[in-house]
């Protein structure tokens, strides 16, 4: 082949991008474009943090292929009228891009393939945001994986890939300082999306120079650090995977390296409470609800276990927006969502302890957080918040067990026991103990000197009636 575009969509990178590096393999000639969909302001689930982070994240793709002596032709409009417009104007013959996996994508690659192909064009998609996708991990009677420790297990059975090369200059098309390239928006707020949080930056480097932090030491401590919100324990790379401005296999290369030096006996202390191993697990989770979403796309209209699409869920809007505005008076529920909506993230002990609150002490339906959290989220990403979602309600594959519903005190005092997080997010609660941070009320004189809200509901009574409401359904 001689000329073909390379499409760039959630693989915002140049380096480990398998269609990328296909591109430049087989073709003489590669044209890297990016599409600005009119459907990135427009969409239900459109985010301003997710926006901002996406718009920086090609700002720095811009610049990482002009080193390389690329020009990234930008678009905005159609991806189904823009990709076989460009294919004309430079006589391209095929268009590469790496698979999506949410269901509204997939149907649009379908589309987009017949469009190219009627007009003479190919169009090929290639496996890289994940190590195992789809159909390619089932259990022995070949079915898809609903519980996850098997599905770890045969995905660890199976080979790691190493990393893609990275892209390289190649040859220039004859026209590549005269295509037409328009320009993006600095910010969401030019195109009319407010942008009311300060995020983390986005760009290619940015995730090797996280992922260079992260394996030179916290991975060790992963597993000791990873559930206090207050340490600084995690990886933070959950909005470069899901915008593609890191590989997956950089990623296990970069773990496999920091295990093997460790185990050389190098300087480095024993890794507490697993380390590289559970970071690995988190790793799949993210495999194992991609492939949820595959083999059981129903996931993103209802509950996984129909039976749980009958539960009475309330709707009470004023408990809602307490909850979305971190205003319930428990402290590190709110914290939490002080947290997202200041900064578009979220701990993972917090998303499962918010999640919870929502669904089991408010009863107000999944769907709602779901749709909530892919609005603020930085990394909002249809496959991992449905599956966390759906997990903490307790409707999902693999699930919490319905009766199991977290105290959202003894989850602050496990994971927050000096209050540092619901500190730093809920300064109205500075002047209290330690040991009354996460439950301000049981000092009535002193909650009513600060300005923070009483609770709004009671767990203990709330508890009993979640309960009652699954009970309702197992039953029925
Ligand atoms: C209700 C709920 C909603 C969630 N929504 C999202 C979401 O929209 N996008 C998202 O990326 N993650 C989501 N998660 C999973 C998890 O909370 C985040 O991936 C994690 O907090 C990101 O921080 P990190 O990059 O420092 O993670 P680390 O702890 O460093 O983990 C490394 C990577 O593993 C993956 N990962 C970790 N935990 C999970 C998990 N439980 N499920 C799937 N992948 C995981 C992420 O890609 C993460 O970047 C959700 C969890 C819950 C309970």
Not at 50 to 60: I, K, T
Request: hydrophobic share 40%.
């Amino acid at each position: 082949m001689k000329t073909v575009i390379h499409w760039f969509r959630r693989d915002l990178r140049i380096s480990d991008n398998t269609a990328l590096s296909e591109a430049a393999r087989r073709a003489e000639i590669v044209i890297p474009v990016f599409i600005f969909e009119d459907a990135f302001r427009t969409g239900p689930d459109v985010g301003a943090a997710r926006l901002a982070f996406l718009l920086q994240s090609v700002e720095s793709l811009r610049k990482n292929l002009a080193e390389l002596g690329h020009p990234l032709v930008i678009r905005c409009g159609k991806s189904e009228e823009i990709l076989p417009q460009i294919c004309r104007e430079t006589s391209a013959q095929a268009v590469f891009a790496n698979k999506r996996y949410e269901p509204y994508a997939q149907r649009r690659d379908e589309r987009i393939t017949g469009i190219l192909h009627a007009a003479g064009f190919g169009f090929e998609l290639f496996k890289d945001a994940v190590v195992w996708e789809e159909t390619e991990i089932l259990t022995q009677a070949g079915k898809p994986y609903t519980v996850f420790t098997p599905y770890a297990k045969t995905w660890k059975a199976k080979p790691i890939p190493a990393p893609k090369p990275k892209f390289k200059t190649s040859n220039h098309h004859p026209l590549t300082d005269s295509i037409q390239s328009d320009g993006l928006p600095a910010s969401p707020d030019q195109i009319g999306v407010p942008l009311t949080q300060t995020i983390p930056p986005g760009g290619e480097r940015t995730a090797l120079e996280l992922l260079r932090k992260f394996m030179a030491g916290p991975v060790h401590d992963y597993g000791a650090n990873r559930n206090y919100p207050a340490v600084d324990g995690t990886s933070l790379l959950s909005p470069h995977l899901r915008a593609g401005t890191i590989g997956i296999r950089t990623i296990l290369a970069a773990l496999k390296t920091a295990q093997a030096n460790q185990a050389e006996g190098g300087t480095r202390k024993a890794d507490t409470g697993g380390g590289g191993d559970v970071f690995l697990n988190e790793l799949i989770w993210r495999e194992f609800y991609l492939q949820v979403l595959h083999n059981f796309p129903h996931v993103t209209r209802g509950a996984f276990r129909p039976e749980y699409d009958q539960l009475a869920w309330s709707e009470n809007q004023a408990h809602f927006t307490a909850w979305c505005e971190g205003r319930t008076g428990y402290p590190i529920v709110d914290a939490a969502m002080r947290c997202l909506n200041t900064t578009g993230m979220m701990h993972n002990r917090l998303r499962m302890v918010v999640a919870m609150f929502l669904t089991k002490d408010l009863l107000i339906h999944w769907q709602w957080g779901e749709r909530y959290f892919m609005k603020q989220l930085v990394d909002g990403d249809m496959a991992a918040n449905n599956g966390g979602w759906q997990w903490s309600a307790g409707t999902g594959t693999d699930a919490a067990p319905y009766f199991r519903i977290f105290n959202p005190v003894s989850q602050g005092e496990k994971f927050d026991a000096k209050g540092e997080f619901v500190r730093r997010w809920i300064p109205e609660l500075k002047g209290f103990p330690d040991d009354l941070i996460q439950q301000p009320w049981e000092n009535p004189l002193l909650l009513a000197k600060s300005k923070y809200p009483p609770r709004i509901i009671l767990h203990e009574e709330q508890r009993v009636k979640c309960l009652a409401m699954f009970k309702a359904v197992k039953g029925s």
